[in-house]
């Protein structure tokens, strides 16, 4: 069973330019996350999405979007590029929407690698 | 809002030794998950524990356990004979019922093992 991928590896951009990151889930599963690994600021959660909608959102500007495709696969956009958006991005699935009682664990892609130069 | 702390930022054993790393969390809440991630430097989060926060019985995962003290908020990790592939940057995180799914992550704790 393939794991969740996320594509690409790695992506170099400057300032002010917009950045796409994508991410294909574990077959089966709908919801699929997004947290920011920046360098000493650990993981912070960005998007969550389930059944194509947008669920619950982390303390990220708007410039930080997404969405959900059909196939459940999603899209992380950022635009204005800042330094500070230079990360690892990270994306997880699960299976459908989780009740606390549910035990169902998000399992993690590779990440993409953005720097901003 | 929840937090989750890691006060050890770097910790080393030795070979088949067996070491603890330590998280302490804040909730209201009383209906939570917690976890256990390891992400060695080829840098994918992998699943190592969890532990639903209703069971009183602490999980074992082969190798890895936890000691739960839901009173004291507290959820350790203890690794047994540890293994050279057992190196990673640990993280413990937490999801609870407002959570809305997010998981909430710790600093994380560098392990190193050594031959």
């Known amino acids: 069973e393939a794991g969740v991928t996320q594509s690409p590896t790695h992506l170099i951009k400057t300032r002010g330019q917009q950045a796409t990151l994508r991410c294909s889930p574990i077959s089966g599963h709908t919801s699929v996350y997004w947290y920011q690994q920046a360098l000493g600021l650990g993981l912070q959660f960005l998007l969550w999405y389930d059944e194509g909608e947008e669920r619950n959102r982390g303390n990220f500007p708007p410039r930080f979007s997404g969405r959900q495709f059909p196939n459940y696969s999603s899209e992380l956009n950022v635009n204005a590029l800042e330094l500070e958006d230079s990360a690892l991005y990270l994306c997880a699935s699960s299976l459908g929407e989780q009740s606390p009682y549910d035990n169902q664990p998000q399992h993690f892609g590779d990440g993409t690698r953005l720097s901003i130069l | 809002a929840q937090t989750v702390t890691q006060s050890q930022p770097e910790m080393s054993v030795q070979e088949a030794e067996t070491v603890t790393l330590s998280c302490t969390y804040d909730t209201s809440e009383n209906n939570y998950y917690l976890f256990w991630y390891k992400q060695p430097p080829s840098r994918q989060m992998i699943l190592v524990i969890r532990?639903?926060?209703?069971?009183?019985q602490n999980a074992t995962e082969n190798r890895f356990s936890v000691n739960f003290q839901k009173a004291a908020k507290s959820f350790s990790l203890k690794i047994s004979d540890s293994q050279l592939g057992d190196t990673a940057m640990y993280f413990c995180?937490?999801?609870?019922?407002?959570?809305?799914?997010?998981?909430?992550f710790g600093e994380g704790t560098q392990l190193t093992v050594n031959p």
């Open positions: 995180a937490f999801r609870g019922e407002t959570s809305g799914s997010r998981l909430t």
């Open positions: 532990q639903e926060a209703y069971k009183q």
